[in-house]
């Protein structure tokens, strides 16, 4: 009677493990940025209210600013007289969380977020790194059709520290508030980039292949 129950409890322990194991194939990797779900479009005031314009929407809505004022900071600092700035911010019902992202570039409204899974960016030299699944493209003002590295993949590290390692190539990410040195655009995060020996600093912005629907 003892060796049935022992070979029961041996199999229910053997079947628990797979479940488990399982389980943890559809959890999102750790050593992946998740960040939170951003949605694009304008940042305006009108009067000392604050409103938020999603792209393709037909009027803004007025949004409680739980940013600490940095929102309103925003659009003074980058829209240049403007009551309103390009972004991608994070509400929950009409409370305005975060900004992820702001930019005085008149860039297109639905092209605000990168089709790629992260695109890092720096100045002086002028450089950008769009990483997609095991790629990261690297672009320069003189090579418009970048060079590609293979074999990419996430690699675990410290909380707050993120690192894509290709061959050839390694992007570290800081969850560090971050503003490009020309534009004075906001990020969510500050970048470096290892390559041929040397080291570039800048800003990265996640793009839609890392937001979870």
Not at 37 to 48: A, K, Q, T
Not at 143 to 170: H, I, K, M
Request: charged share 25%; proline share 8%; aromatic share 6%.
């Amino acid at each position: 009677m003892r060796s049935r129950i022992g070979v029961v409890l041996a199999a229910a322990a053997v079947l628990m493990a797979a479940t488990v194991l399982v389980t943890g194939c559809d959890e999102e990797p750790r050593e992946r940025p998740v960040p939170p779900v951003s949605l694009p479009g304008d940042l305006l005031l009108e009067g000392e209210v604050l409103h938020f314009l999603p792209c393709g929407a037909a009027g803004p809505r007025p949004v409680d600013d739980e940013t600490g004022s940095e929102a309103r900071t925003l659009i003074q600092n980058l829209g240049y007289g403007s009551d309103r700035v390009r972004s991608a911010v994070v509400l929950d019902g009409d409370r305005l969380l975060e900004v992820r992202h702001a930019t005085p570039e008149d860039a297109r409204c639905r092209d605000l977020l990168p089709d790629a899974d992260l695109e890092a960016r720096g100045n002086e030299p002028f450089w950008i790194v769009r990483v997609t699944g095991e790629e990261a493209l690297w672009i320069t003002p003189e090579d418009q059709d970048g060079v590609t590295f293979g074999g990419g993949a996430w690699q675990p590290t410290d909380p707050g520290r993120f690192v894509y390692e290709a061959r050839g190539l390694v992007l570290d990410l800081e969850e560090e508030p971050c503003f490009d040195t020309m534009a004075g655009a906001r990020f969510p995060w500050t970048a470096s980039v290892e390559k041929d020996g040397t080291r570039y600093v800048g800003c990265a912005l996640e793009g839609r292949g890392l937001l979870t629907p």
